[in-house]
């Protein structure tokens, strides 16, 4: 292990002592979890968006996909993380912020992204937060633009209520048993919007014929 390395854990561990909740993991995302989350994101992908970066392991793992450092906006609530993040990823646009005030910022000159990776902890966040999350999130994406999530929870971190409310839909790309605890991700995105005409023929049907 490089003394990089060491210096990095040793951070992520004392940031995890202090607020377990808030860091989410006791140890950073391993690579075999990084690749998979990245899995369906290129140059071509167009700018991304991180949450929760913490040491970096997915944005390592977008610029080894060939995502160039410009089109990255990396953003942590933690001091330390994101100083460090500065320094590793100069040219990128990194936001030392709650990732719930997304819908508040700029990014990439306006330019919408074409996806969002994210390492936020939502399973121990209030429904509030994650819709605010959301919201600013699917602000700043493509119409075809995913949200990319990773959860150590059996299913989809966001609750199909939510998700349903917010007119998105999540599905699991893979899961990773070689991670630390093993993890799963999901892609949501939003729903295609029901053709005008389908929807009112249903509308009149069920006026006529009522529920048996
Ligand atoms: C589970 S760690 C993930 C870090 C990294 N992506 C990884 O997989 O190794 C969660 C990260 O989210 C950050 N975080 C938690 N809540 C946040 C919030 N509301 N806004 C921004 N960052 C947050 C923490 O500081 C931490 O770096």
Redesign the pocket.
């Known amino acids: 292990m490089s003394i990089d390395a060491v210096v990095e854990t040793i951070g992520w561990v004392r940031a995890w002592i202090s607020d377990p909740l808030?860091?989410?993991?006791v140890v950073?995302?391993g690579r075999a979890l990084a690749e998979l989350i990245t899995s369906e994101i290129s140059p071509a992908t167009g700018p991304v968006i991180e949450?929760?970066?913490?040491?970096g392991?997915?944005t390592r793992a977008l610029r080894a996909r060939g995502v160039a450092e410009e089109s990255l906006a990396l953003?942590?609530?933690?001091s330390d993380?994101v100083r460090r993040l500065k320094g590793r990823f100069p040219y990128a646009r990194i936001l030392l912020m709650?990732?719930?005030r997304l819908k508040d910022v700029e990014l990439f000159g306006g330019k919408a992204a074409g996806a969002v990776v994210s390492?936020?902890?939502l399973l121990s966040m209030p429904p509030k937060k994650v819709i605010a999350i959301l919201e600013g999130a699917f602000g700043h994406l493509r119409a075809d633009g995913a949200f990319y999530q990773f959860t150590y929870g059996p299913r989809c971190p966001v609750k199909r209520t939510l998700l349903d409310r917010l007119g998105l839909k999540a599905t699991r790309i893979g899961r990773v048993v070689a991670n630390v605890p093993p993890a799963a991700v999901y892609r949501i995105r939003r729903r295609p919007s029901r053709p005008l005409a389908a929807a009112s023929v249903r509308r009149e049907r069920s006026a006529a014929e009522p529920d048996v």
Do not use: C, N
């Open positions: 808030h860091v989410g993991a950073p995302s949450l929760g970066a913490g040491t392991a997915f953003v942590d609530d933690g993380f709650d990732a719930t390492g936020l902890p």
